[in-house]
């Protein structure tokens, strides 16, 4: 959520971090350190002078950030009264005044209207003081109590929760923090000679760039640091020309919360690295040209100058690719063995001496039991890369990890708060079911939406919250079918989705301490379930002892000529998800010599034991088959599950209340905020 929802706008911490939101002048700033100079604050000057300042050098050879002026401030007491309809008292009082220089026997018509708050601004004022949250029926607040969380992680929730990141140039220049994290960025650039000011040849086409802002904390939550990044825009880039190839494998986040489940198994520590600049370790093989950045100078006097790129930077096509090539080849004189299920997963060493690396781009995360032998990791990456140790593991790429005596929790418990503030729906009244489960929707349901946009970039964010939230991965499948033309009663289904999000924003997995690792999967179809192709739907998921590891909701790729055939062709979906974790498994030294298959449909069981029905399966696709080869090894034992117990039947259909909530709590999930993490 965004600062000014939880700081009162007196405090310092809400004028360091939150600046735009503050009453102190832009050109009132605190000291601005760089490279242990310090330029004197600046009292009672011309907004111009302040630029000038701004734009002197105060290190020789460091790029220089040129400070705007924008020539615009936020007049905060007409927005205040514009909020609370002090306004209409403001406008009473002139005229009181007016009455009093007019003759007595005049007086001017009072509106006996009443007067309403504008509505567009609803989201200020039931955010605002407490006699105005009073209007709304359903604050946020009673969804995210804090009464069962420890101390230190209510403290960190708190910190990640509070932080403003400016999105622009023109925003964040005007601050020291984030001037002097452009400043370090443009200067390691430089140092690392990732790019050379040239005059633009002939017949070259510039890519365009642009600044990123993000915060990082520490393990307790607190600001870290400021961090900018420079980025390219590489969708502008053409393809032949600007580069080639652009794949590079990044870790699954399946990956991810299996080293999870089977750190609170094996009491593993977890600890998380950043890379620091680590796209500028990769060498390009093309020849790309940018545009200068903005408040970047140069000592070259030419027309039309632009940087030659000689390293990789953010936001190229090939800037992944070229720094995972980098990458691999220095972890592996370590000794690390690089993993055949997942090629960013790395290990080394067995028993209490066991190390995994588990990289996503520039983020890594080490877990083992030896701290000693994990320190030697560390400082070999350090030699190889400039990194930035975190810590112990609290938030990874967007998710939230909690550790007590009892297991680990993963939540995306922030990002599903900004997700509701940004589409304006936490005062919401919540849903109690993810989707109606007599549900019409279709391709011809409703009128077109005039922006289509609006109603795709609400899926992609609901697909991201999918990881951690199975009870609406159907609902996010199917709405996600219809990006192409969306409909008025699409975008109503999805808004109900946030509603039942907003009940539970909490809500996520638990890994706990004691577990076995027994490898089982429920599956499961809902036969002919769409209405415009008459296609099955497969759902299943996956656990390892009780942890729920993966789940999916997909339509097949056929028509099902049988209830039968869906279950067989969502069995071998299952079956290729287990192959591969057992697979994973052994990079861990996790030995599956029998995985667990239940299934609610005693047809396709027993065509997947008996080749006896080959009348039945003979137009089957031959791939389908191979889930026979499993059971005839021995690998893979298919047992009957009655339907009511068919945990994979919340991902092939919308349920009603009574079944849904006795699946939930089948699926071990967790809320954090309803119990002690």
């Not at 002097?180 to 070259?204: C, F, Q, R, Y």
């Not at 549900?439 to 991201?464: A, C, E, F, M, N």
């Not at 997947?608 to 009348?615: K, L, P, R, T």
Request: with cysteine; proline share 5%; aromatic share 10%.
């Amino acid at each position: 959520m965004r600062k000014d929802t939880h700081l009162h706008p007196d405090s310092d911490m809400f004028q360091v971090l939150n600046p735009i939101h503050s009453d102190q002048h832009v050109d009132n700033e605190v000291p601005v350190s760089i490279d242990n100079q310090t330029t004197p604050p600046v009292q009672n000057v011309p907004s111009d002078q302040v630029d000038n300042q701004a734009d002197s050098p105060v290190v020789d050879q460091v790029p220089i950030i040129e400070s705007i002026n924008d020539n615009y401030s936020e007049d905060s007491a007409s927005l205040e009264q514009l909020i609370t309809g002090d306004d209409q008292q403001h406008v009473n009082d002139n005229q009181n005044s007016v009455v009093d220089q007019q003759p007595v026997e005049v007086q001017p018509r009072r509106s006996s209207r009443v007067s309403h708050k504008p509505s567009y601004l609803i989201r200020h004022y039931q955010m605002g003081t407490s006699h105005i949250n009073s209007a709304c029926s359903y604050p946020i607040e009673d969804y995210i109590s804090s009464s069962k969380l420890s101390e230190n992680y209510k403290s960190f929730i708190g910190n990640i929760s509070s932080v403003y990141e400016p999105s622009f140039y023109h925003q964040a220049v005007k601050y020291p923090e984030w001037r002097e994290a452009m400043h370090a960025e443009l200067k390691a650039m430089e140092d690392l000679h990732t790019w050379t000011v040239v005059p633009l040849p002939s017949g070259k086409q510039p890519i365009d760039c642009k600044w990123v802002y993000r915060v990082k904390y520490k393990a307790d939550g607190s600001v870290d640091r400021c961090k900018a990044r420079l980025v390219a825009k590489g969708f502008t880039q053409i393809e032949g020309i600007d580069y080639t190839d652009t794949f590079s494998p990044v870790a699954k986040l399946t990956s991810f919360k299996i080293l999870l489940a089977l750190a609170a198994v094996n009491g593993w520590n977890l600890l998380q690295l950043d890379v620091n600049n680590a796209f500028l370790n990769g060498q390009l093989d093309e020849e790309v040209y940018m545009k200068l950045p903005l408040g970047y100078k140069t000592d070259a006097d030419a027309p039309n100058l632009v940087c030659k790129l000689n390293k990789s930077i953010y936001g190229l096509k090939q800037a992944s690719r070229q720094w995972f090539s980098t990458f691999p080849q220095a972890v592996l004189k370590f000794g690390f063995i690089q993993s055949p299920s997942d090629h960013s997963l790395f290990t080394v060493g067995s028993g209490d001496k066991f190390v995994a690396l588990l990289v996503y781009v520039d983020d890594i995360i080490l877990a083992g039991k030896d701290l000693t032998l994990l320190a030697e990791v560390q400082n070999f990456l350090q030699q190889n890369f400039k990194l930035k140790v975190l810590g112990p593991l609290k938030y990874f790429l967007g998710f939230e990890v909690a550790r007590n005596t009892s297991g680990i929790s993963l939540s995306q418990r922030h990002y599903a708060l900004q997700l509701l503030e940004d589409t304006g729906s936490l005062g919401k009244k919540p849903a109690n079911l993810p989707i109606n489960p007599s549900h019409k929707l279709s391709s011809t349901t409703g009128d077109l939406l005039p922006d289509p946009q609006v109603y795709r970039r609400l899926i992609g964010r609901l697909l991201y919250l999918t990881h951690t939230r199975p009870n609406i991965t159907y609902t996010v499948h199917l709405l996600s079918q219809y990006v192409s033309s969306p409909r008025t009663s699409h975008l109503d289904a999805a808004y109900n989705l946030l509603s039942y999000i907003k009940k539970d924003p909490g809500l996520g997995l638990f890994f706990p301490v004691n577990n076995n690792l027994q490898l089982s999967a429920f599956v499961d179809a809902d036969y002919g379930a769409c209405p415009d192709t008459r296609r099955s739907t497969t759902g299943f998921c996956t656990y390892i002892g009780d942890c729920l590891i993966s789940w999916k909701s997909k339509k097949q790729h056929t028509v099902s000529r049988s209830s039968c055939e869906a279950e067989y062709r969502a069995m071998a979906s299952a079956t290729c998800e287990l192959v591969w974790i057992a697979a994973l498994l052994t990079s861990f030294h996790v030995a599956t010599p029998t995985v667990f298959l239940y299934c609610d449909n005693q047809a396709a069981i027993y065509l997947a034991s008996n080749q006896v029905f080959h009348e039945r399966s003979k137009h089957i696709e031959v791939d389908c088959h191979f889930i026979r080869d499993k059971v005839s090894t021995g690998f893979l034992k298919l047992f009957h599950v009655r339907s009511s117990d068919q945990l994979a039947d919340i991902f092939t259909k919308g349920l009603h209340s009574p079944a849904f909530t006795a699946l939930m709590s089948k699926l071990k999930l967790l809320n954090i905020h309803q119990s002690s993490a």
